[in-house]
């Protein structure tokens, strides 16, 4: 099994999701060859509870990745993060050992940086990447480069021993981990055992990157030179499977993390096609997601599936492909795909938007009703920060926290994919769409128990300091005194 989580390209990103310059020719051809989702989302529009999710399979709610320091903040794991992914959480990679599986993460694991978060102590086998975003070059004084790892062991640090030019943006991290990626591969061929490598890279998020190769390549910038270079690689990752003779049983998945980061564009950030704003909002370009299904000889190749899915189903899906049922002390929210990947069923399950500890909306067949609208404060829109830059939907991407629990603003996704034109409240349509939708919500409302809300506390003591193995590198920073705080997310 290959999970592809690439961070924060868009719905409109792929040249077969309608990207005008077509610079993806090995995705759209894995996407002929397998099956295109249309409806498929990630848990939260932000990096690491989408990833919680994932290997999870349950809403970043229950997994405990949010913050309860305000009212439906988006929460990460920066580099003074205290928590990361609870010891009581069942990752996919732990559960997949019982039926023999060793287990990759190449790339971003962003679940928490302390040792006790660390991936090998979560069901992974092996590790090559970083436990944090790639930003930086920092002074090692205020703050330390982020390391990476090899495995248990950092084996440098970004900007030191990992170059990435923000001049030029150059970086060979891609096509390091792509090395990784197919060596992981043969290996596990030679050896014949089953694997599940989670392919988490990053060339996509701001500070963008792109080998000496790709620099130049894109007609949309720096921003496209990334995303061709990913493209190139999961080309040749495809082929390697093919090339072993294991591609008929392997089950391959490529999606993101989060919508396209507007903010950033067009130099750094994707596109979301036609939908409303983009990363860290809950409309629809910042929680659908591009997703593709591959596994030559069982999906029928050129399919196309409206089944409305989601990152957390990746975790139920992998379980069933390896035979194994999900863990049934917990509420699972991930659900098995294999029926609508290999029969073309529709399976009925509703789609819910939150940020931090907010439902802000769901989605029930083509209706999507919000119970809450923001995009972000006019305090942070006043200074630049947009997350919907060009896009004013009156009453819709409001600037202020909009409760709309009683009166919910309902969209059709059909008809209305780009969410501008709001049902009227009087309408039979509007009516019978939220008799539907309330007990949906209620229900959801009255079994969810939230998890102990592990992104409330930052410090500057846990930062990246000595990670494990810098004492070989003479790589130990001294940490400053332990200052605990409340973290502030501001959107
Ligand atoms: C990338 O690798 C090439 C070939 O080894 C090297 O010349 C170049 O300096 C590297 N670039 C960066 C930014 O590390
Ligand atoms: C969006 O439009 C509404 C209605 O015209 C207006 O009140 C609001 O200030 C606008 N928002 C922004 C960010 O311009």
Redesign the pocket.
């Known amino acids: 099994m290959c999970a592809c989580h690439v961070l924060m390209m868009g719905w409109g990103d792929l040249g077969v999701f309608g990207e005008p310059s077509k610079e993806t020719p090995n995705l759209d051809q894995m996407a002929s060859e397998g099956m295109l989702f249309l409806d498929f989302y990630t848990a939260n529009p932000l990096c690491s509870p989408s990833r919680a999710a994932l290997l999870t399979g349950r809403l970043p709610v229950r997994n405990g990745f949010y913050t309860t320091n305000a009212h439906a903040r988006n929460a990460y794991t920066p580099q003074d993060i205290v928590g990361g992914i609870p010891d009581s959480e069942l990752l996919l990679p732990e559960l997949l050992k019982k039926a023999g599986y060793i287990s990759k993460i190449i790339g971003k694991w962003h679940l928490g940086h302390r040792p006790q978060f660390h991936p090998l102590n979560h069901g992974f086998d092996e590790w090559f990447g970083s436990p944090n975003c790639h930003f930086g070059p920092f002074d090692n004084r205020a703050l330390p480069n982020i390391p990476l790892y090899r495995d248990w062991e950092m084996i440098g640090r970004y900007y030191e021993d990992f170059k990435i030019d923000l001049k030029t943006g150059e970086a060979n991290l891609t096509q390091i981990y792509l090395q990784e990626a197919l060596d992981f591969i043969s290996k596990q061929q030679a050896s014949q055992q089953p694997f599940f490598l989670y392919w988490a890279i990053d060339a996509t998020h701001a500070p963008v990157y792109a080998s000496k190769q790709f620099l130049g390549s894109s007609q949309r910038g720096l921003y496209g030179d990334a995303v061709r270079e990913i493209d190139d690689s999961i080309g040749k990752i495809l082929k390697h499977l093919q090339k072993l003779g294991i591609s008929e049983n392997t089950f391959v998945f490529f999606t993101s993390d989060n919508g396209a980061a507007l903010i950033s564009a067009p130099e750094q950030g994707g596109s979301n096609g036609r939908f409303l704003c983009g990363k860290q909002t809950t409309f629809e370009g910042g929680m659908r997601e591009p997703a593709i299904a591959w596994w030559p000889g069982h999906i029928p190749a050129g399919g196309v599936s409206h089944q409305l899915g989601n990152v957390m189903d990746l975790f139920t899906t992998s379980l069933s492909l390896a035979g194994l049922q999900p863990p049934s002390d917990r509420q699972i929210d991930g659900i098995n795909l294999l029926p609508a990947i290999l029969q073309g069923k529709l399976i009925d399950r509703p789609i819910f938007y939150y940020r931090g500890n907010e439902m802000m909306a769901v989605r029930v067949g083509l209706y999507k009703a919000h119970y809450w609208t923001w995009s972000n404060s006019w305090e942070e829109?006043s200074k630049g920060i947009d997350f919907c830059p060009g896009q004013?939907v009156?009453g819709v991407t409001t600037?202020t926290q909009e409760e709309h629990t009683t009166l919910p603003l309902v969209f059709h996704l059909g008809r209305d994919p780009g969410e501008k034109y709001p049902l009227s409240f009087a309408s039979n349509e509007y009516q019978r769409a939220m008799e539907q939708i309330s007990v949906i919500v209620q229900q959801h409302k009255v079994t969810m128990v939230p998890g102990e809300p592990q992104l409330n506390v930052c410090d500057k003591a846990v930062m990246n300091w000595s990670p494990p193995g810098c004492e070989k590198l003479g790589k130990c920073l001294k940490p400053p005194k332990s200052d605990p705080k409340k973290c502030f997310w501001p959107h």
């Open positions: 829109y004013n009156s600037h």
